[in-house]
């Protein structure tokens, strides 16, 4: 027990909260919505984050002002779950994600336009393509797998 609740003893408004939240949890329930978190996996899966990209051969590597860009992660996206909500992804394919190696665009800015790419194939290359000459080997990150697990989230605060 704290020191000022055995000086003062238990609030009236406690209850009272606590009914208060009793009588808005069906509205906060409403508010949920379905993700995908991605948790590390230890097992061999094509979902990962960083390393190198398993692009197909016929897809470059995005580049944008004349440089490659750097490789965040690929989503094999059927790893994802049943019990997903998919919000219109296929259910077969890759997603991979690249970002300006220097991170210096936030995409506000109309002349960010092409700092970053994500890219759909259907179906992954056969081997992890190595970094184009030109990336900067401090923006090649390592490798972890990662698992795509369904989650319930809810919106930001400040959403209306």
């Not at 965040?72 to 690249?98: K, N, T, V, W």
Request: proline share 9%.
């Amino acid at each position: 027990m704290s020191f000022l609740k055995s000086l003062f003893g238990k609030s009236d408004n406690d209850s009272k909260a606590k009914a208060g939240i009793e009588e808005h949890l069906d509205y906060l329930k409403s508010l949920r919505s379905p993700a995908i978190a991605l948790f590390a996996s230890s097992e061999a899966k094509n979902s990962r984050i960083g390393g190198m990209p398993s692009l197909p051969d016929d897809i470059p590597w995005p580049e944008w002002q004349e440089k490659p860009l750097s490789f965040l992660c690929q989503i094999d996206l059927s790893e994802i779950p049943d019990a997903c909500d998919r919000h219109g992804l296929a259910e077969f394919g890759m997603i991979y994600f690249f970002y300006d190696e220097e991170q210096s665009t936030w995409g506000f800015d109309p002349k960010d336009e092409g700092s970053w790419r994500v890219v759909y194939a259907t179906s992954p290359g056969a081997s992890p393509r190595s970094a184009p000459s030109g990336l900067n080997p401090d923006y090649l990150y390592i490798e972890k797998r990662v698992d795509l697990t369904p989650i319930e989230t809810f919106p930001d605060w400040q959403d209306d």
